[in-house]
């Protein structure tokens, strides 16, 4: 029990993963391989962001 809202969670980020028409950035994205430093914006110190994972979903 307790499964319910992880699971609902896990079939709404598939769902938005395989119908997103979002456009991909091809020149970032050879950027980013190739380890090339860009000139837009940041210090090269990237933060991640924890509050994207909640409590419940580990339960």
């Given at each position: 029990?307790g499964?319910?809202r992880?699971?609902a ?11 997103s028409t979002?456009?991909t950035d ?15 914006g ?5 933060s991640f ?5 909640e409590?419940?979903d580990?339960?």
């Amino acid at each position: 029990m307790g499964r319910g809202r992880a699971k609902a969670k896990q079939t709404k980020v598939a769902r938005e993963l395989k119908y997103s028409t979002r456009q991909t950035d091809f020149d970032a994205l050879q950027r980013e391989l190739s380890g090339t430093k860009s000139s837009e914006g940041g210090n090269g110190d990237e933060s991640f962001d924890d509050d994207e994972y909640e409590d419940d979903d580990y339960r």
